[in-house]
């Protein structure tokens, strides 16, 4: 799990370079578009709608750019068709793998992902065969030097958290997706700063990567989150947190 935190971290700092090339805005686009597609325009009734547009002013991005993506969803304007579904598969050392993808072409999406596996030693698998090892949670991250243990633990888990541990240099509290927004929501109240606020993919357990597999490992996760079609991308590699950060 701690793997996740790190990857997911860095990937966060990656994403301040990616909102310069815009390269950022066409995930979260997307992302406005299917949510309020499937659940309505309405960011109050709709949890999922109300955690992208959160992540969009997170990006800076114009109001007018999130009104007009949501739109597009409800259908209020005109749009392209993007279809979500996922692939899963095998990365170096046989570390699982789970892609989450929304396109207009699955023909091109396809291709294209079976292609980078295979360039960083990987393998693409059938549906279902990566996908039972991950549980879909939120996930908050909490510098260990910001916050006493002790205080966090009680208003996490009297918020509603399923459990708070200690990964490395961060707590981790993880949450039921239904509670996600409901503990977030306290530890804004009390003041209590995180660093990382998502509904994600946990893995249940890790497989641990060095040297060459490792660097293979952070190349395949880099290129298929750089690709434009790749909403999320998921795994449950362990790699010393060195590793990542040349990355």
Not at 24 to 45: C, N, V, W
Not at 100 to 106: G, K
Not at 125 to 153: I, Q
Request: charged residues 30%; proline residues 3%.
């Amino acid at each position: 799990m701690s793997g996740h935190s790190k990857w997911s971290t860095i990937k966060r700092k990656k994403a301040k370079v990616d909102a310069q090339r815009g390269r950022i805005f066409t995930k979260l686009i997307k992302e406005i578009s299917i949510a309020a597609r499937q659940g309505g325009g309405d960011p109050d009734g709709n949890p999922r709608l109300r955690t992208a547009i959160t992540a969009a002013r997170g990006a800076n991005m114009p109001a007018a750019n999130i009104e007009k993506a949501i739109k597009k969803g409800t259908g209020e304007l005109p749009g392209m068709t993007i279809e979500e579904f996922s692939y899963e598969g095998y990365g170096p050392g046989g570390v699982a793998v789970l892609v989450q993808v929304a396109t207009d072409n699955r023909n091109r999406t396809t291709a294209e992902i079976r292609h980078l596996f295979s360039k960083h030693g990987g393998n693409l698998g059938e549906s279902g065969c990566v996908g039972w090892l991950f549980d879909k949670k939120g996930l908050l991250t909490v510098a260990v030097e910001t916050c006493d243990e002790d205080r966090l633990m009680e208003v996490a888990i009297e918020a509603g958290a399923e459990d708070v541990r200690r990964a490395e240099d961060v707590f981790e509290i993880i949450t039921d997706p239904a509670d996600f927004d409901s503990v977030k929501q306290v530890l804004d109240e009390k003041g209590l700063k995180y660093d990382l606020a998502e509904v994600t993919m946990l893995p249940q357990n890790t497989v641990k990567l060095e040297g060459k597999q490792a660097a293979q490992m952070v190349r395949l996760m880099e290129d298929l989150e750089d690709n434009d079609d790749v909403q999320n991308v998921y795994a449950n590699f362990d790699i010393p947190s060195e590793v990542l950060q040349e990355a």
